[in-house]
């Protein structure tokens, strides 16, 4: 499979110079999945395929474009390199853009990272379905219960990728998740859900069966009797599956393209203590068996770890070639691999007894903010903290505020990063934040 | 797989997926439809699009119900897509997109079996095909000796030249256009990106039955961003416009008018603050506010939440649940809307929905499997993202009708409260019914005026109450002209969203600050 990719790869390579592109990158995948889902002890969906397609850069006399097709029928595959190449020309020059300096390519890691899991390719209809029954069956012991959906799915994918000057790599990776929905009756109309997923590239790495039925019905038995708590600014304590999408707000703008197109509340702040000193992010490509591990990145530069936010200064960006070029920053990678949080000293739990009073979020609900100011508002959904406990569950409600502002009130990380993402954030506590509710 | 659907302005990538849309009864009931042309498919015209003949499609939907089957089809499609980029005062970059494949679909009951190839042979498709069997463990279904192929009864989006043949030459000079608008529009920008999509999604759909029916889907969007800067502070915001609609579409007008949105949305943001925090009134102005129809009530009466029982609306049909004069619809029928299809994903007409009827709630979203367990008509709501995923029943154009209000009474009703105006996204949760969206843009309302503009503020409330509390709706009902996608168990697909100036009683808002 993976000469068959390399070759297809090398041809798409040579067609695009032949018809006149003066650099390329080439990618072909192939992928398999298999998903099953159960709802109340009946088999719901059933799915299963193959997947494949082949991806080219292509750089131009001074101009570039991206191209990704599935139709990968001789004439058709033909037609549309020499289209691609056509349209590539059509553009504008641009005197940023050039294909990766080959020098980044060097030194690539030879860590065995373990990211394919060859027991995940001998898992067999029976056994996914019995995973599926025992799931159900522990997601559904509740008096309230109205309905439990789980799942579970598989995938396998293999990529080869090369270039005109010089880059060749491939890399083969497994995933297997599980999980489910469960949904209880409250009094009057609403049904409020919970759900649990625990994914991983070995299946070794999942709870069993039991375990996540179990938890996915504990979600959802936490959401009853939600009711919405009162306008208040206090402490925020976020249990680490909901910290994750923090840290994305705050380093989505910690990029060159963000920095060359004035776009983030992070430009002429580099250096400085905006942020808690607690806090500590690094990109670490290198995690063995990590959702987001990987010997090079997209641009097939080689992977390091990157310290990102380090005694809350910002002391590196995400660059790629190309705006790096524009704001004159040498590459380090343009795309995040796994985010690795600087952790504290103790759990959940402990960190709730202490905080005493404010807000337990463990789930957000839409929201959004703006990387240009840092200005963000968003929907949650958790538990009132009282007396150092977690007290009953609130909805309806939201944060505001600024994210610099909100990071500097971090004033503690727990011991427990959350193991099923690429962002493996732990229990972020925070001072100060304004909720607003009933 | 989470219960949560999220809305989006402009999802930069998705322009370039599939629609459908359509009603009917399935089963028997929807060979009873217009007379349209008709010709048998012994002379199957789309052997040049996708390189298949009957004999293939035929044995590919024989191996699909061999072992039973209440409904099956094969969802053959090939798209293409195109984006641009302007930044820094070029065209800077481009990509392109091809896809073929085919989705082959045997449901039993409620169950799914499900698979996919992109490589067209008959003996791919028959290996899916056995794949996807696999659900149902009953006797064959005699396959379809002939097929009758038809158009749409009706095509909602017909354009001079498709996509497929015109020329990135041709889109150039309306990007730089809409770029040279926007850096001329103020001294303080700084920044100016355009962005342009179109696509175009050719479907087949070919089911047990031994019908068949061709879809051809275009789209096009031009989105520009401008940050501007005023003493050191910088500000960034966008508009967008979207349609099935080809290069007419770009008149210098809707170029200028687009720029001038993106400009005056941005242009405000240095002036705005956060309103306070906490419940207060909230109207919502006319257009695209019906991002609240979309999250408040529109995924909550998506049918298959609601055959699971886990919808909040699951009960709810037949109950008055608004106001008399508060009547939503869900459309596919309007003529090169975003959301607007002529058939949907299983090859049923589009049709208009009524879910709301004079404050009632009278009717789901259906697609086949939904229609089958209610034992009602299907809604030409069963829509996918790609021949990659099975269709299940989605929005197409969302909106409120007209109410006996006016704007200026309605605004004027308010002692202190905000009115919204531009938002980026949003989001529900089917159950338990909360759903949010984020109000980019606004104003404060004092003592029935606007005063401050407003910024940056996300709105939560439960769909029930909040229909029970719109008290006030206008006479100006319009639809948003911008490009939404609609997220759903992993499956985007673009939709429309409108509403007339209405009056939400009360909301909560999440500002800084208490509330007065």
């Known amino acids: 499979m993976l000469r068959e990719l390399q070759r297809r790869v090398a041809d798409a390579i040579q067609m695009a110079r032949e018809a006149g592109a003066d650099d390329v990158f080439a990618s072909a995948t192939r992928s398999r999945g298999v998903e099953v889902e159960v709802r109340d002890g009946e088999v719901e969906k059933l799915q299963e395929s193959v997947s494949r397609g082949l991806s080219l850069r292509l750089y131009v006399d001074g101009r570039y474009a991206t191209y990704r097709t599935s139709d990968l029928r001789p004439a058709p595959l033909r037609a549309f390199v020499r289209d691609a190449v056509a349209m590539t020309r059509a553009l504008e020059r641009d005197p940023f853009r050039v294909i990766v300096d080959p020098a980044l390519y060097a030194d690539r890691p030879t860590d065995d990272l373990q990211l394919a899991d060859p027991a995940i390719d001998r898992i067999d209809g029976d056994t996914r379905l019995a995973w599926c029954m025992t799931m159900s069956e522990r997601a559904r012991r509740h008096e309230r219960l109205v309905s439990a959906t789980v799942g579970v799915s598989d995938s396998r994918s293999i990529v080869a990728s090369a270039s005109s000057n010089g880059f060749s790599g491939h890399h083969e990776r497994t995933s297997h998740w599980r999980g489910g929905s469960v949904t209880l009756r409250e009094d009057g109309d609403a049904r409020p859900a919970g759900s649990f997923w625990a994914g991983a590239r070995h299946l070794e790495d999942v709870p069993d069966a039991a375990a996540v039925g179990e938890r996915a019905l504990a979600e959802a038995t936490r959401r009853l009797g939600a009711v919405q708590g009162p306008t208040r600014r206090t402490t925020m304590v976020v249990e680490p599956r909901a910290a994750g999408r923090l840290l994305h707000a705050l380093l989505g703008p910690a990029s060159a393209g963000a920095f060359s197109q004035e776009r983030s509340f992070w430009r002429g702040r580099e250096g400085e203590r905006v942020v808690s000193e607690r806090l500590q992010l690094i990109d670490d490509p290198l995690i063995v068996r990590g959702l987001g591990s990987r010997h090079y990145d997209g641009e097939g530069i080689s992977a390091r770890r990157l310290p990102i936010v380090e005694g809350g200064r910002l002391v590196n960006l995400y660059v790629d070639t190309y705006y790096g070029r524009k704001i004159e920053r040498a590459p380090t990678t343009g795309g995040s691999s796994n985010l690795t949080v600087g952790l504290g000293a103790r759990g959940l739990d402990a960190i709730v007894a202490d905080v005493g009073e404010g807000y337990l979020v463990t789930s957000w609900l839409g929201g959004n903010s703006d990387a240009t100011t840092g200005d963000f508002s968003m929907g949650l959904r958790g538990h009132l903290i009282e007396r150092g406990q977690r007290a009953g569950a609130v909805q309806e409600m939201n944060i505001t505020g600024n994210l610099l502002e909100l990071f500097a009130g971090l004033t503690e990380t727990g011991d427990d990063p959350w193991p099923y993402s690429s962002t493996r954030a732990p229990t972020l506590v925070f001072e100060g934040v304004q909720f607003s509710g009933a | ?516």
């Open chain 2, 1 to 516: 797989m989470s219960r949560r659907e999220i809305l989006r302005a402009g999802a930069v990538g998705a322009a370039a997926v599939t629609v459908p849309a359509a009603l009917s009864a399935c089963g028997g009931a929807s060979a009873v439809r217009r007379a349209t042309a008709e010709v048998t498919s012994a002379e199957n015209p789309f052997a040049a699009i996708f390189g298949v003949d009957e004999a293939q499609i035929r044995g590919a939907l024989s191996e699909l119900t061999a072992r039973g089957a209440d409904q099956a089809e094969l969802f053959f499609q090939a798209s293409r897509s195109t984006s641009i980029l302007y930044q820094d005062g070029i065209v800077s970059r481009a990509s392109g997109a091809v896809d073929l494949g085919v989705g082959l679909r045997c449901v039993v009951g409620e169950q799914t079996g499900y698979a996919y190839t992109e490589e067209l042979t008959a003996e791919a498709m028959r290996g899916a095909a056995r794949t996807a069997s696999t659900i149902a463990r009953g006797s064959a279904v005699v396959a379809p000796q002939r097929f009758v192929t038809r158009e749409p009864a009706q095509d909602r989006y017909a354009i001079e030249v498709p996509w497929r043949d015109v020329g990135v030459g041709d889109k150039l000079p309306i990007v730089q256009r809409a770029a040279e608008l926007a850096r001329a529009a103020d001294p303080s920008i700084v920044k100016v990106d355009v962005s342009w999509a179109d696509a175009e999604s050719r479907v087949l759909i070919a089911d047990m039955h031994g019908r068949m029916v061709f879809d051809e889907r275009p789209m096009t969007r031009l989105y520009v961003t401008v940050t501007a800067e005023r003493g050191g502070e910088r500000q960034t915001n966008r508009a967008n416009i979207a349609a099935r609609r080809g290069l007419d579409f770009y008149t210098e007008a809707a170029l200028a008018e687009v720029v001038q949105q993106a400009v005056d949305r941005t242009m405000i943001l240095f002036e705005a603050r956060r309103p306070p925090a906490g419940e207060m009134p909230v109207v919502l102005a006319a257009g695209a506010s019906g991002i609240l129809l979309h999250e408040a009530i529109g995924h909550g009466m998506e049918a298959d939440f609601n055959r699971k029982r886990i919808s909040i609306y699951a009960d709810m049909i037949g109950r008055q649940v608004a106001e008399p004069f508060v009547t939503i619809v869900d459309d596919g029928t309007l003529e090169h809307e975003r959301g607007a299809l002529n058939v949907d994903d299983e090859g049923q007409d589009a049709e208009r929905t009524v879910l709301v009827d004079r404050g009632r709630l009278v009717s789901y979203l259906h697609d086949g499997i939904s229609s089958r367990t209610y034992g009602t008509g299907a809604t030409g709501s069963g829509r996918r993202q790609s021949f990659r995923h099975p269709p299940m029943p989605r929005m197409r154009c969302t909106t409120m009708e007209n109410g006996p209000h006016t704007r200026d009474e309605i605004i004027g009703s308010v002692r202190r409260g905000i009115l919204a105006e531009t938002f980026t996204n949003g989001q529900v949760e089917i159950g338990a019914g909360d759903y949010t969206f984020y109000i980019k843009n606004g104003y404060l309302i004092e003592d029935g005026r606007l005063t401050a503009p407003i910024k940056d503020v996300n709105i939560i409330g439960t769909g029930p109450e909040t229909l029970r509390r719109i008290s006030m709706v206008a006479d100006d009902s319009r639809l948003d002209t911008g490009g939404w996608t609609c997220g759903k168990r992993g499956q985007s697909v673009p939709v429309s969203i409108g509403i007339p100036t209405v009056l939400v009683s009360q909301l909560t808002v999440g500002g800084e600050g208490d509330a007065a």
